[in-house]
């Protein structure tokens, strides 16, 4: 074989490498992703003895996490100069989420924010902090099953700035597993993207009873 034909085949043959998994700072908007504690203890929780899964916890919504977001996909695991965040600093988000999962979610989501640990996990608080949780569902105490599009509705009706197209559900089985919320970079409620519109095609979820 020729080395002008040799050379083209080559090249298509060598490994490309992974493209890179976002810019620190480079992005659109957030989505903060609020779990029902009870049907992630159900899911995960209980198999891993979590102490949130305890009978009397009270939990109802509790962040999953605030996620950098583009108009199409999102930025996962960027590179950053910035340090992760203390022991002390993920144990004093810990009346919002799981100590672990705040490293987690910093490590996989907030270094692509552009900002500090310790400001990604203030913007974290602060994007949680202004978002109601529905009446009906705090503290609920039996289980109940609902169409999901009436969990959305809830949350619109108690923070009117959200818009239909900015609220989402997520479940897993026949379980509610989240609501999402897309908030520009100011942390002001505005529609979501198509890949963030909601994926439970189920007619009705269920909510179980807060623990």
């Known amino acids: 074989m020729k080395a002008a034909f040799l050379i083209p085949l080559l090249l298509a043959l060598w490994p490309v490498p992974a493209p890179a998994d976002g810019v620190a700072g480079d992005f659109d908007y957030y ?3 609020l779990s029902w504690q009870p049907g992630w203890c159900r899911a995960t929780g209980d198999e891993q003895g ?4 305890d009978k009397g916890s009270g939990l109802d919504f509790t962040v999953h996490g605030l996620w950098p977001q583009y108009e199409r996909g999102w930025p996962e695991y960027c590179d950053t100069p910035e340090r992760d965040p203390s022991r002390r600093e993920v144990q004093a988000i810990g009346d919002l989420m799981a100590p672990g999962l705040a490293l987690y979610q910093w490590r996989k989501h907030g270094r692509c924010s552009g900002l500090s640990a310790a ?3 203030s913007t974290l608080r602060q994007a ?3 978002v109601e949780i ?6 609920l105490p039996r289980d109940i099953t609902l169409p999901p599009v009436v969990v959305e509705e809830a949350f619109i009706e108690a923070n009117p700035d959200l818009t239909p197209a900015g609220v989402t559900v997520t479940c897993k089985a026949e ?3 989240e609501v999402r919320i897309c908030l520009t970079r100011d942390l002001t409620p505005r529609d979501c993207a198509p890949d963030v519109r909601r994926n439970c095609s189920r007619a009705r979820v269920l909510m ?3 623990r």
Not at 50 to 53: I, K, M, P, S
Not at 134 to 139: L, T, V
């Open 31 to 33: 989505v903060l992703a």
């Open 50 to 53: 979590a102490r949130e899964c």
């Open 119 to 121: 400001e990604y996990l």
């Open 128 to 130: 949680a902090e202004s």
């Open 134 to 139: 529905p009446r009906p569902f705090d503290g």
């Open 175 to 177: 379980a509610l597993q």
């Open 208 to 210: 179980e009873r807060v």
